[in-house]
């Protein structure tokens, strides 16, 4: 029998880096908006964020103290204490500084500018905190006792110029680059933005993703099964995931195994989404209803993968605005599997985060392994062991088996060419956390 190229096309099987390699090179990162900082949390700067103002913006004390000028204390000692006269308090945020003059010192705050005349501070443990007494622990409250602010201070420590004083510009300078643009922005980064003063910044914005369950047998979580039903539970943890990834995702009402309710889904979705997910319906079978309402669809493939689960794959671009759309198989397993190695690099490159792929790590596994296809990626779920290196198979083979996904953090792969694996051997492991 002759095979035209249009089946060898159709009966091609394809690998699993083909796959994500073919649908990394029809995505272009999402375009740049200028987003609150909090809502850029997670996401890659797109902009060089240069510092409008020092940091800090003056010179202030690093600690609870007095103000003083260091000639002043010059061979203080606790029997040999140098009295200064206190002239006022200076808390975090006062603008009008007094000024220090030889013999006095000003009570001084944590954070607050160093007041004119003095160029160091001494901590409060240094002094008699105008007790007359030993030592100090601790200022007195201003709203308990209003009378430290004035009266002597003993001081029993000498202290350098610049002494528990934090300069200007100490931290980052004016005109200085605070952020590259590419910075994925996390909570530090997102502190500093806060710091020199940015409310907005412009980043790659998180991927809306629609996640759509087919199958005329889904019942959602929290009803009552009838015969012959189950509960939707994948559109559940793709939606998880996709959050997980990055992605500002929700899911819509599982679609029955109709094509018109189908494609009316799919069509009133597209507007609102940058990427699509289904699950279900792409095997071959009489009513694989994501095969049979988009298998027409100009830019849209159906594949079959040398990969096990997740053999059966849909991808394309769809609809006016081009939006990807991944076609995932429904057994539960199958479709997560299919989600972290093939829309989770997705999401992250519309976000431009790299690496857009999951991290692997090489270790010992501890249980055997059997059975695994020949010339199929397999890919088991394992728990991941970090301090003994080790992986340990969790559960079997079967697609359909969500209890032991959930008790996995990793999956094992097995090369193309290997079907049996002994305790003790050396895997790749895919880290899901
Ligand atoms: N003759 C063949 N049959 C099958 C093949 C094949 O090559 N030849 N491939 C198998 C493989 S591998 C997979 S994977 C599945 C994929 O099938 P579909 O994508 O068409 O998925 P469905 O038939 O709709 O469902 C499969 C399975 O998963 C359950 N399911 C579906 N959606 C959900 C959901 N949202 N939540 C929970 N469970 C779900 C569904 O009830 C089925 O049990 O095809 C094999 N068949
Ligand atoms: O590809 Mo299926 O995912 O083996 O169950």
Known sequence: MSTTPDHAERDRIWTVDEHLDDILRNL???DPADLPILDAHGCVLAEDVTVPVALPPFDNSSMDGYAVRTADVAGATGDAPRVLTVIGDVHAGLGELPTVRPGEAARIMTGAPLPPGADAVVPVEWTDAGSGAGPAIAMRAHSADPSGATGEVRVHRPVEPGGHVRARGSDVTEGELALAAGTLL??????????VGRARVRVR??????VISTGSELVPPGEQLTPGRIHDSNSYALVAAARDAGADARRVDAVADEVASLRAVVAQQLSGADIVVTSGGVSVGAYDVVKEALGGEDGMQFRKLAMQP????????????????FGLPGNPVSSYVS????????????????????????????GEITHSPKGRRQFLR???DPEGGTVAPVGGSGSHLVKALAHADALIVVPEDVTDVTPGTDVEVILLT
Request: aromatic fraction near 6%.
């Open 382 to 384: 394992g728990r991941y």
């Open 205 to 210: 914005p998180r991927p809306r993703v629609v």
């Open 28 to 30: 272009t990162p999402l």
């Open 339 to 366: 989600f972290e190695l093939f829309v989770r690099p997705a999401i992250r490159a519309l976000m431009g985060i790299e690496p857009a792929r999951r991290e692997t790590v090489r270790a010992r596994c501890t």
């Open 310 to 325: 997740g053999k059966p794959q849909g991808f394309g671009l769809i609809g006016p605005g081009r939006t990807p759309l």
């Open 186 to 195: 996390g909570p530090p980064q997102i502190g500093l933005l806060a710091a």
